[in-house]
T-cell receptor, first 112, second 114 residues
Framework: GNSVTQMEGPVTLSEEAFLTINCTYT??????LFWYVQYPGEGLQLLLK?????DKGSNKGFEATYRKETTSFHLEKGSVQVSDSAVYFC???????????FGKGTKLTVNP | DADVTQTPRNRITKTGKRIMLECSQT?????MYWYRQDPGLGLRLIYY???????NKGEISDGYSVSRQAQAKFSLSLESAIPNQTALYFC?????????????FGPGTRLTVL
């Protein structure tokens, strides 16, 4: 079946550090891939998405590239801020399916 | 105003009680979803609805029921709550569009069953 595996946290970084959160997926065909972010006490918000191989999603300084050959969608940011502290979820959705399959989430804490 | 609202935001109840969680949206989307979030497990789909007359079970529907009262309202019920239903519950909406649709989440309801 379809599944998403993302690096386990928690991840703790200092402000302005480089961030990578790994995400790999298992799916047949060509799913759409998403990163959602959940700030403390809030619901999930779409951070970025990519719908086909080699697409790069970007938003708020975050980027992720859809790599079909490695079935990956790693999240990166060059310089994190304290306000980026949140839980990040990688997810996939197959065309024709209503199911959004989530990874288990990675908690990021950025210290000043 | 928020596009997707959930009430209540927090609820504590006892085993065996009937509980209803409500979700309303102003986005005009036809599709609505209920998820539960448990620590270390991510989000799991309970039920989803394409429109008022189309309701479908998700991966963990046992012990839950839903009602789509209108396009904008989708309620989740626990007929007889049990402690392992203690979780954070999220409602979401989407509209189908080519290339992968985005789901928009409400702020969540934290439910504790004693």
């Amino acid at each position: 079946g379809n599944s998403v595996t993302q690096m386990e946290g928690p991840v703790t970084l200092s402000e302005e550090a480089f961030l990578t959160i790994n995400c790999t997926y298992t799916a047949t065909g060509y799913p759409s891939l998403f990163w959602y972010v959940q700030y403390p006490g809030e619901g999930l918000q779409l951070l970025l998405k990519a719908t086909k191989a080699d697409d790069k999603g970007s938003n708020k300084g975050f980027e992720a590239t859809y790599r079909k050959e490695t079935t990956s969608f790693h999240l990166e940011k060059g310089s994190v801020q304290v306000s980026d502290s949140a839980v990040y979820f990688c997810a996939l959705k197959k065309g024709g399916s209503e199911k959004l399959v989530f990874g288990k989430g990675t908690k990021l804490t950025v210290n000043p | 105003d928020a596009d997707v609202t959930q009430t209540p935001r927090n609820r504590i109840t006892k085993t065996g009680k009937r509980i209803m969680l409500e979700c309303s949206q102003t986005k005009g989307h036809d599709r609505m979803y209920w998820y539960r979030q448990d620590p270390g497990l991510g989000l799991r789909l309970i039920y989803y609805s394409f429109d008022v007359k189309d309701i479908n079970k998700g991966e963990i529907s046992d012990g839950y029921s839903v009602s789509r009262q209108a396009q904008a309202k989708f309620s989740l019920s626990l007929e007889s709550a049990i402690p392992n239903q203690t979780a954070l519950y999220f409602c979401a909406t989407s509209e189908e569009r080519r290339g992968g649709d985005t789901q928009y989440f409400g702020p969540g309801t934290r439910l504790t069953v004693l």
